[in-house]
Protein backbone atom coordinates (compact mmCIF):
# COMPACT_ATOMS: atom_id res chain seq x y z
CA UNK A 1 0.00 0.00 0.00
CA UNK A 2 1.25 3.51 -1.07
CA UNK A 3 1.63 6.15 2.10
CA UNK A 4 0.63 9.82 0.89
CA UNK A 5 1.99 12.68 2.36
CA UNK A 6 -0.15 15.95 1.79
CA UNK A 7 1.25 19.71 2.30
CA UNK A 8 -0.03 23.27 1.02
CA UNK A 9 -3.22 24.37 1.76
CA UNK A 10 -4.44 27.07 4.05
CA UNK A 11 -5.94 30.55 4.34
CA UNK A 12 -6.81 32.07 1.29
CA UNK A 13 -8.70 35.48 0.34
CA UNK A 14 -11.57 34.84 -2.49
CA UNK A 15 -9.89 34.79 -5.89
CA UNK A 16 -6.92 34.01 -4.83
CA UNK A 17 -4.64 30.70 -5.20
CA UNK A 18 -3.21 27.54 -3.52
CA UNK A 19 -1.55 24.85 -4.17
CA UNK A 20 -1.67 21.33 -3.00
CA UNK A 21 0.90 18.56 -3.10
CA UNK A 22 0.75 15.03 -2.38
CA UNK A 23 4.05 12.51 -2.00
CA UNK A 24 3.81 9.25 -2.08
CA UNK A 25 6.06 6.71 -0.36
CA UNK A 26 6.01 3.17 -0.12
CA UNK A 27 5.94 2.01 -3.39
CA UNK A 28 5.51 3.78 -6.82
CA UNK A 29 2.28 5.73 -8.39
CA UNK A 30 3.28 5.15 -11.50
CA UNK A 31 0.25 2.59 -11.75
CA UNK A 32 -2.18 4.31 -9.70
CA UNK A 33 -4.55 6.37 -10.81
CA UNK A 34 -5.20 9.73 -8.28
CA UNK A 35 -7.50 11.62 -7.11
CA UNK A 36 -8.55 14.82 -4.64
CA UNK A 37 -11.52 14.54 -2.68
CA UNK A 38 -12.99 17.38 -0.49
CA UNK A 39 -15.07 17.71 2.42
CA UNK A 40 -16.74 20.52 4.24
CA UNK A 41 -17.79 20.69 8.00
CA UNK A 42 -20.93 18.56 8.36
CA UNK A 43 -20.96 17.32 4.70
CA UNK A 44 -20.04 14.08 3.13
CA UNK A 45 -16.78 13.87 1.39
CA UNK A 46 -17.04 14.40 -2.49
CA UNK A 47 -15.24 14.58 -5.31
CA UNK A 48 -12.53 17.03 -6.88
CA UNK A 49 -10.75 15.96 -9.62
CA UNK A 50 -8.68 12.87 -10.65
CA UNK A 51 -6.01 12.10 -13.21
CA UNK A 52 -5.01 8.67 -14.76
CA UNK A 53 -1.42 6.49 -14.45
CA UNK A 54 0.32 8.39 -17.09
CA UNK A 55 -1.87 11.94 -16.83
CA UNK A 56 -2.98 11.52 -19.97
CA UNK A 57 -6.66 12.03 -18.51
CA UNK A 58 -8.27 14.23 -16.14
CA UNK A 59 -11.86 14.55 -15.27
CA UNK A 60 -12.68 17.02 -12.71
CA UNK A 61 -16.64 18.24 -10.98
CA UNK A 62 -18.18 20.63 -12.73
CA UNK A 63 -17.61 23.64 -10.00
CA UNK A 64 -14.05 23.32 -10.56
CA UNK A 65 -13.82 22.81 -13.83
CA UNK A 66 -11.62 25.91 -15.87
CA UNK A 67 -10.54 26.90 -11.76
CA UNK A 68 -8.95 23.72 -10.66
CA UNK A 69 -5.95 21.76 -12.34
CA UNK A 70 -4.73 18.09 -11.22
CA UNK A 71 -1.54 17.35 -12.34
CA UNK A 72 0.89 14.07 -11.96
CA UNK A 73 5.08 13.55 -12.01
CA UNK A 74 5.64 9.63 -11.49
CA UNK A 75 9.16 10.08 -11.34
CA UNK A 76 8.67 12.56 -8.65
CA UNK A 77 5.88 10.52 -7.32
CA UNK A 78 3.85 13.41 -6.14
CA UNK A 79 0.60 14.72 -7.38
CA UNK A 80 -0.54 18.85 -6.94
CA UNK A 81 -3.72 20.40 -7.55
CA UNK A 82 -3.24 23.33 -8.25
CA UNK A 83 -5.99 26.01 -7.69
CA UNK A 84 -6.93 28.94 -9.03
CA UNK A 85 -9.85 31.56 -8.24
CA UNK A 86 -10.81 30.54 -5.00
CA UNK A 87 -14.13 30.98 -3.54
CA UNK A 88 -15.43 30.23 -0.16
CA UNK A 89 -17.41 27.73 -1.53
CA UNK A 90 -14.24 25.57 -2.05
CA UNK A 91 -13.54 25.43 2.01
CA UNK A 92 -13.21 22.08 3.00
CA UNK A 93 -10.31 19.40 3.90
CA UNK A 94 -9.00 18.32 1.13
CA UNK A 95 -7.68 14.55 0.77
CA UNK A 96 -5.44 12.67 -1.91
CA UNK A 97 -6.50 9.26 -2.84
CA UNK A 98 -4.35 6.38 -4.74
CA UNK A 99 -6.24 4.09 -6.44
CA UNK A 100 -4.42 0.86 -7.94
CA UNK A 101 -5.69 0.90 -11.04
CA UNK A 102 -4.46 2.68 -14.40
CA UNK A 103 -8.00 4.60 -14.85
CA UNK A 104 -9.78 7.47 -13.16
CA UNK A 105 -12.73 7.15 -10.71
CA UNK A 106 -15.21 9.27 -8.95
CA UNK A 107 -16.27 6.87 -6.28
CA UNK A 108 -14.10 7.67 -2.95
CA UNK A 109 -14.99 3.88 -2.36
CA UNK A 110 -12.72 2.81 -5.67
CA UNK A 111 -9.38 4.49 -3.96
CA UNK A 112 -7.21 2.06 -1.68
CA UNK A 113 -4.87 4.76 0.26
CA UNK A 114 -5.50 8.11 1.53
CA UNK A 115 -3.68 11.29 2.25
CA UNK A 116 -3.89 12.71 6.02
CA UNK A 117 -6.01 15.61 4.35
CA UNK A 118 -5.48 19.41 4.62
CA UNK A 119 -7.51 22.18 5.54
CA UNK A 120 -8.29 25.12 2.74
CA UNK A 121 -9.96 28.04 3.92
CA UNK A 122 -11.53 30.47 1.67
CA UNK A 123 -12.37 33.83 3.29
CA UNK A 124 -14.87 35.90 1.57
Same mark, same amino acid.
Given at each position: ? #??????? &? @??????? *???????? $??????????????????????? #??????? &? @??????? *???????? $???????????QM???????????????RS &????????????????????????
Amino acid at each position: Q #VQLVQSG &G @GLVQTGG *SLTLSCAA $SGRTISSCAMGWFRQAPGKERKF #VASINWD &G @GYTYYTD *SVKGRFTI $SRDNVKNTVWLQMNSLKPDDTAVYYCAARS &GLYTSNYAGDYDSWGQGTQVTVSS
